[in-house]
């Protein structure tokens, strides 16, 4: 595939979903991504099938995967976040909060969801091309809809929580078992 009026016999095949290995980590759909652009950004013309549906759901699965991750991380920080941050929970075992203390909480709670829309940001340097806008949109739907997912998942764990084990009753009881531990 030379480029019109390149006649030094060089030819670019673009690296994708399916001559290489099923893409398994956001770096590897990164790497895709880039392949891609680089080629688009030169001129050549890629097929539009060489996104075929099975490369659609892989790079999907890859946002998907991430966001769940993202969930598994999140979700149980999020209400030690709150309870830091509303001076409840003594995240270094002191009752002395410090600014430290609300600083480190967030950033734990924050960190890997921040650290994965950094690299989707990066990403976004290479929204040009038609097959590149495809392959970031797949990403980005896969990642979109595993945030919704997230979403309900902890509206329904947070309600349930809060109907089931936080009645002032249930609390006391697991406080007082604690209190040997932590007196």
Known sequence: MAK?????????????????????????????????????????????NLLTLKGKMLISEVGLKGAAISALISIPLTPL?????????????SYAFGFFDQAFAVVLALSFGMGYSLIV????????????????????FGLMFAAGLKLILATIIYNSLYATVLQEGRVARYLLKFYPYVS
Not at 81 to 92: A, C, H, S, T
Not at 121 to 140: D, E, M, P, Q, W
């Open 4 to 48: 019109d009026g390149d006649r030094t016999g060089h030819d670019v095949t673009p690296i994708g979903i399916q001559g290489s290995i099923r893409p398994k980590s956001f770096l590897d759909v990164v790497s895709i991504v880039q392949n891609y652009y680089l080629a688009e950004k030169d001129g050549y013309e890629l097929p539009d």
């Open 81 to 93: 976040l709150v309870g830091v941050v509303e001076r409840f929970i003594p995240i270094f075992g």
């Open 121 to 140: 940001t990066h990403i976004g340097k290479f929204y040009a091309g038609r097959l590149t806008k495809r392959a970031i949109n797949y990403l980005v």
